[in-house]
């Protein structure tokens, strides 16, 4: 079992920037992919970043490339999303996942935290 705990979420104004740290802790095994999904109210889950624990390449979804950045502490066994220049459409429940595979599938994710929730407005 693996268990992951989100914070830093709150509310932040148009081109402003928040971190998200994902803590996890349990059976948290260097193969393990960590992963930042986001849902906003009536949409779909979708894949934010994702990282693997061990390193490696990262993915980012389109929306997320050139703003976001996911990162890894395998001392502290957390990950980090830093996320600049935040627009309204980036508003949201932030979820952090864990599974085995590099993907942006989130049914692929095995382990999910609670969320943190962003809201990008002035």
């Known amino acids: 079992q693996v268990q992951l705990v989100e914070s830093g979420g709150g509310l932040v104004q148009p081109g402003g920037s928040l971190r998200l740290s994902c803590a996890a802790s349990?059976?948290?095994?260097?193969?393990?992919?960590l992963g930042w999904f986001r849902q906003a109210p009536g949409k779909e889950r979708e894949f934010v970043a994702a990282?693997?624990?061990?390193?490696?390449?990262?993915y980012y979804s389109d929306s997320a490339k050139g703003r976001f950045t996911i990162s890894g502490d395998n001392a502290e066994n957390t990950v980090y999303l830093q996320m600049n220049s935040l627009e309204p459409e980036d508003s949201a429940a932030y979820y952090c996942a864990a599974g085995l595979l590099l993907t942006i599938q989130k049914n692929d994710y095995i382990y999910w935290g609670q969320g943190t929730q962003v809201t990008v407005s002035s």
């Open positions: 349990g059976r948290t095994q260097s193969r393990y992919v």
């Open positions: 990282i693997r624990r061990s390193g490696g390449p990262t």
